[in-house]
């Protein structure tokens, strides 16, 4: 089972963004992908003449696998925030693993990548005149539809074998999307059937971080993504949905991860959508 998201979301300040750079997704084609592969991304922009732009974003428990001439490698988990300068001309091609779908590719634990990257050969076996060839490849396509392919094709020839425990996994993050009144690590256990640390295990092997971080970061992905349409939000409630005990460690967490409170984010969020529409 596989839950349905705003793939916008992750974007902070996607108003501001959206002026400077496009962005295209697409599904896997092949059907058996699906399971291990969320979706391919592209971006490209054209700042020449223009201010650099720096890009952030909240990363979901997912590794993608980045393609950029002569940059590109795997990107674990990001705990943290990530910011990209944009600048002159430039396009990315990347693969979105789901949840717990890079670690059948790898038999590896997940959380080894977590917060680090790595290259094509440490995990394919990509010598670097095949990775050269592999991004001339893709970046002389004529279309974003032939790129994906290309590295679609890449992954499809790699293709490993069904893993039961990842679909276990994949119904446990549909569940904590799909239920935002689950808060805790306790109610993914109860709701599973599964030992706490029998869960924290399974997440640290197959996603790279653990379960109480993945509620949170789809919790605050939400508010964040709330706050950037203009939503006037009700701090108490929220914070009561969210199973904090309080609205400071609310805010404390939102600002240790966005780099800036609620009531900011919502007001620089505003003031990007005024200047956009005047333009």
């Not at 650099?52 to 990107?75: A, D, F, M, N, W």
């Not at 050969?121 to 032939?146: K, M, N, R, W, Y």
């Not at 425990?165 to 009144?181: F, G, M, V």
């Not at 992905?221 to 409630?237: I, K, P, Y």
Request: hydrophobic share 40%; aromatic share 10%; charged share 20%.
């Amino acid at each position: 089972m596989r839950a349905t998201i705003n793939p916008s979301r992750s974007i902070l300040h996607p108003q501001a963004g959206a002026t400077r750079f496009q962005l295209f997704r697409s599904v896997p084609t092949n059907e058996a992908l699906r399971a291990f592969v969320e979706h391919f991304w592209i971006v490209r922009w054209d700042l020449r003449g223009q201010e650099p732009y720096v890009q952030e974003t909240l990363p979901y428990p997912s590794v993608h696998l980045v393609c950029e001439r002569g940059k590109t490698q795997i990107v674990g988990v990001d705990t943290g925030k990530f910011s990209r300068l944009l600048e002159g001309e430039g396009r990315v091609v990347a693969a979105k693993f789901t949840p717990g779908g890079f670690y059948p590719f790898v038999n590896v634990p997940v959380c080894a990548f977590t917060n680090r990257t790595a290259s094509l050969e440490e995990i394919f076996g990509v010598d670097s005149a095949a990775l050269e060839a592999l991004e001339e490849t893709i970046f002389s396509c004529p279309d974003e539809a032939a790129m994906v392919a290309c590295l679609e094709s890449f992954l499809g020839e790699r293709l490993p074998a069904h893993d039961a425990k990842l679909d276990t996994i994949q119904q446990i993050i549909a569940s904590i999307i799909a239920h935002p009144e689950i808060t805790s690590v306790t109610d993914l256990a109860v709701r599973f059937d599964m030992n706490k640390r029998s869960l924290q295990r399974l997440f640290r092997q197959y996603v790279g971080v653990g379960p109480k971080w993945v509620i949170k970061r789809y919790r605050l992905h939400e508010v964040a993504e709330r706050l950037a349409a203009g939503e006037r939000m009700d701090w108490q409630r929220i914070v009561w949905e969210l199973g904090y005990t309080d609205q400071a460690h609310f805010i404390h967490d939102f600002q240790s991860i966005v780099g800036q409170t609620p009531t900011q984010y919502a007001q620089q969020a505003q003031g990007a959508a005024a200047t956009a529409m005047r333009s």
